[in-house]
C-alpha cells in the first residue's frame, strides 16, 4: 500500500477522498473498531488539543498568565470567556455545530474578536443573576 505524505494528501484532496471511500468498503466498521482500540488514547488528545487553544485564547484576552477580569481569580480550569453585552446564546444558534473546540477554533479563526472578557465562573454567573435580577424590575442589561 502506498503510504501519501500530508502534503500530497493536501494536494490532492478528491483522490484521497476515493482512497477513502474505497477503504470504507473494503473494511467495513473499520473507524468504531480504531476508536474502540484507541478511546483513551483519542479521548486525551482531543482535550489536550482543546486545552491548548483554550489557554491560548484566555492568554489572548486577559494576558499571561490568565485571570479573571473583576477579582482576578487564576485558575485556568475556572476561566472563562464572557460576552461582554451578552449574545453568547444569539451566536450558539448562528452556529449550531459548535461544539467546545470549534468554539475556540471559531475565535482565533475570527481573529480574536471585540466584546468578550475573561471571567471566572463566580463572576461569569454573579453578573448572569444580577442581569436576572435587573431584566426582572424592567431595568437594562449591565455588563462589566
Ligand atoms: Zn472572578
Redesign the pocket.
Known amino acids: 500500500m502506498l503510504i501519501a505524505t500530508k502534503k500530497w494528501q493536501k494536494k490532492n484532496p478528491e483522490k484521497v477522498k476515493i482512497a477513502r471511500e474505497k477503504y470504507d468498503k473494503q473494511n467495513p466498521g473499520w473507524k468504531n473498531k480504531y476508536y474502540q482500540e484507541n478511546q483513551e488514547r483519542l479521548l486525551r488528545k482531543n482535550y489536550e488539543r482543546t486545552q491548548k487553544l483554550r489557554r491560548q485564547v484566555l492568554e489572548h484576552y486577559s494576558g499571561k498568565p490568565s485571570k ?1 477580569k ?2 482576578s ?1 487564576d485558575k485556568i480550569e475556572c476561566l472563562d470567556l464572557d460576552h461582554i453585552q451578552g449574545g453568547g446564546n444569539k451566536l450558539r444558534k448562528e452556529n449550531p455545530r459548535f461544539n467546545y473546540y470549534s468554539w475556540w477554533k471559531w475565535i482565533i479563526n475570527n481573529n480574536y474578536p471585540k466584546g468578550f472578557q475573561v ?2 465562573r ?2 461569569n454567573w454573579l453578573k448572569h443573576i444580577n442581569n436576572l435580577k435587573l431584566l426582572k424590575y424592567g431595568r437594562k442589561k449591565i455588563s462589566f
Do not use: A, G
Open positions: 479573571c473583576l477579582c481569580y471571567l471566572c463566580n463572576c
